[in-house]
């Protein structure tokens, strides 16, 4: 599944950047709501949570992100890393669908401010993040 996962969205970011609404309103049911990487700068004290496997985080991560994984997620990994469940967190993984599964269980755990980020790191790395 891992391997499946990592083609499919390399060959959906190398098709074409412009695809990624596409997938996204395909793929997402957007009960998390999105936050765009230009109102990143409007947030204060913003916990990131990334959302994909250990090899993608040590490839690529946002500065100060917690590692939480996707295949092998546990919300306690979560709960004793970010104990206010009133923080604002912003979950992301490669475009934005893992992140939404993932933001999906912090919600139903009791977090109030969790946002997916619209278009993952590919997009926060593209736009200068």
Same mark, same amino acid.
């Given at each position: #599944?891992?391997? @499946?996962?990592? /083609? #499919? @969205?390399?060959?959906?970011?190398?098709?074409?950047?412009?695809?990624? +609404?596409?997938? &996204?309103?395909?793929? !997402?049911?957007?009960? %998390?709501?999105? $936050?765009? %990487?230009?109102?990143?700068?409007?947030? !204060?004290?913003? $916990? #990131? &949570?990334?959302?994909?496997?250990?090899?993608?985080?040590?490839?690529?991560?946002?500065?100060?992100?917690? +590692?939480?994984? @996707?295949?092998?997620?546990?919300?306690?990994? %979560?709960?004793?890393? /970010?104990?206010?469940? !009133?923080?604002?967190?912003?979950?992301?993984? *490669?475009?934005?669908?893992?992140?939404?599964?993932?933001?999906?269980?912090?919600?139903? *755990?009791?977090?109030?401010?969790? =946002?997916?980020? =619209?278009?993952?790191?590919?997009? =926060?790395?593209?736009?200068?993040?």
């Amino acid at each position: #599944f891992y391997l @499946f996962t990592i /083609v #499919f @969205f390399f060959s959906m970011m190398v098709s074409a950047q412009s695809s990624i +609404p596409q997938v &996204l309103k395909k793929m !997402n049911k957007q009960s %998390v709501p999105y $936050i765009k %990487v230009g109102e990143l700068k409007n947030k !204060n004290n913003l $916990i #990131f &949570l990334d959302a994909r496997e250990p090899k993608e985080f040590k490839i690529s991560h946002i500065k100060s992100a917690i +590692p939480v994984g @996707f295949d092998h997620f546990k919300i306690q990994n %979560v709960t004793s890393a /970010v104990k206010d469940k !009133n923080a604002t967190i912003v979950v992301y993984c *490669s475009i934005g669908v893992r992140s939404e599964k993932i933001g999906e269980k912090l919600l139903k *755990s009791g977090y109030k401010n969790v =946002y997916n980020l =619209y278009g993952g790191i590919f997009e =926060y790395k593209n736009t200068g993040g």
